[in-house]
């Protein structure tokens, strides 16, 4: 390891040779580990190529949903945002379990971990807004709704300072993933003043169509603004924060008709089994009585004399007549 003396404080890389500071001063040496080349090509690498590649598609897949948005994103959010929505774009990826490595996608996977992400890391939107919100995403009919109940907007720790009015902003979109293509639909509130009472519950609604495989995103924001001059000026600052999302699936439809119709079937048993425990319990007290009284004998169909002492036969007797099982005698059906 070469040490570099002169006028010169170098850092970073010269071709090879890379350049870094340590306790003993500025050392030189040959750059660490495989090149470029080799990771691009070399067979060993096959899978670190894999897991680049699913995870360039998840980066890809974030833009598309923030292009989607448009501009209820423009210069309203912090610049960690990307990076953490890249990465929870890549944790609902992993987690999809239709494609093999490498080609895995968020959509396929657990699309609603979107749900709950504050777009402003400083100022989420359950802290801005603190009201109970009533909302409705339906894939089905392509309806969402949201509602605002009355407040009052007091200003709070980390609202801008300057900002002396509020715009509630709803969206929905619905983004195909594999086409690259989305729609939108944007409704705003009117500009209303802080630290005072809004005059009533502020309500918006959208429809857009979503296909099969198609992902719907509901968002909801609140937008600063300071007046000057008499026209309002967007505040840096924004809460912004995904509601919901959720993929539409026709085999998800299905398999909630499904788990309907197997509820239906189990609380069908479960009564009939009740019925006859019921009825067992009847019977049970029947032979306490009768076996109590010192009644000996009982003449049955089949002409054989029952004992009712033994009432535990008797019982199992009756269950099996009950729910329609055969009962066997010694190896003989009755």
């Not at 067979?43 to 501009?71: M, P, S, V, W, Y």
Request: proline share 3%; charged share 30%; with cysteine.
């Amino acid at each position: 390891m070469a040490r570099v003396i002169g006028l010169f404080k170098l850092r970073g890389s010269i071709d090879d040779v890379t350049f870094r500071q340590t306790q003993d001063g500025i050392i030189a040496g040959m750059k660490p580990g495989p090149t470029r080349e080799r990771v691009l090509s070399h067979e060993n690498f096959a899978l670190t190529r894999r897991n680049a590649e699913e995870f360039q598609l998840a980066i890809k897949d974030a833009q598309l949903l923030r292009h989607a948005l448009g501009e209820v994103l423009d210069g309203r959010t912090g610049s960690s945002m990307n990076g953490r929505m890249n990465g929870l774009f890549y944790k609902a990826a992993r987690r999809d379990e239709t494609n093999d490595l490498g080609f895995r996608r968020a959509a396929q996977g657990h699309i609603d971990l979107l749900t709950g992400f504050n777009f402003n890391k400083q100022l989420s939107l359950e802290y801005a807004l603190p009201v109970p919100l009533v909302r409705s995403l339906d894939v089905g009919t392509g309806a969402c709704k949201v509602e605002v109940p009355s407040f009052i907007a007091r200003k709070r720790k980390g609202f801008p300072a300057e900002a002396t009015h509020f715009r509630l902003v709803s969206t929905m979109v619905v983004v195909d993933f594999g086409r690259r293509k989305y729609e939108q639909a944007i409704g705003r509130s009117e500009l209303l003043p802080l630290r005072k009472k809004t005059p009533g519950t502020i309500g918006f609604e959208h429809k857009l169509e979503v296909a099969n495989g198609q992902v719907a995103v509901q968002v909801l924001g609140m937008d600063f603004y300071k007046v000057v001059d008499g026209h309002e000026v967007l505040v840096k600052g924004s809460a912004i924060r995904v509601l919901e999302a959720v993929q539409s699936l026709e085999s998800s439809v299905q398999s909630k008709g499904i788990e309907a119709e197997t509820q239906g079937g189990n609380e069908e048993m479960l009564r009939n089994e009740t019925r006859i425990e019921d009825e067992l319990h009847e019977l049970q007290e029947l032979v306490s009585e009768d076996t109590t009284q010192g009644v000996e004998e009982t003449d049955m169909d089949q002409g054989d004399n029952l004992e009712l002492e033994d009432s535990e036969w008797a019982l199992r007797v009756c269950y099996c007549i009950l729910s329609e099982m055969p009962v066997i005698f010694e190896d003989n059906l009755l």
